[in-house]
């Protein structure tokens, strides 16, 4: 796969000894027809790279495998919230999706990161309690923050 959007974790692949392993675009395209949706550019690298194991965003489930189950999770905590919220992605959950951090499939190929914590868990720029807000302001961006983040701590 030609890697566009996330070239500082291609060109990172090991960090404090613990190596990136991605899934094949073989199961990236099984994941897409399995549950007929398309993926953006950015997050289909982030498969590609380090879907099976990654070593960036820590403290968040992110199996390959339980994807399509990390999705039903986060739908119930949107519909608990009676948010309406739709064509999102769940890439990493955290006590049953209590806490998780999605992009809305039709927001391009490098779409914003949005964070979500039940029961109005944030504040917005009003200090107003809400139950998600952008949190970056696209994908790699939020990847690059990560990788930055851990090597500074390593």
């Known amino acids: 796969m030609q890697i566009e959007y996330l ?7 090991i960090i404090k000894g613990d190596e990136n392993k991605g899934a094949s675009e073989q199961e990236i395209f099984q994941l897409e027809n399995k549950l007929s949706i398309t993926l953006p550019r950015a997050y289909k690298e982030f498969l590609f790279l380090g879907g099976k194991y990654d070593n960036i965003i820590n403290n968040f489930e992110i199996d ?10 986060a739908e119930m905590r949107i519909n608990a919230e009676k948010l309406n919220l739709k064509n999102i992605w769940c890439f990493a959950e955290y006590a049953d999706a209590d806490s998780f951090m999605f992009f809305f499939l039709n927001d391009g190929d490098d779409p914003p990161v949005y964070n979500f914590i039940a029961e109005k868990g944030l504040l917005n720029d ?10 970056k302001d696209s994908f790699s961006e939020y990847i690059d923050k990560c990788i930055e983040a851990e090597l500074k701590n390593s």
């Open 7 to 13: 070239t500082k974790m291609k060109n990172t692949p």
């Open 64 to 73: 390959f495998d339980n994807l399509p189950y990390m999705q039903e999770l």
């Open 126 to 135: 009003k200090s107003e309690p809400v139950s998600y807000m952008k949190f």
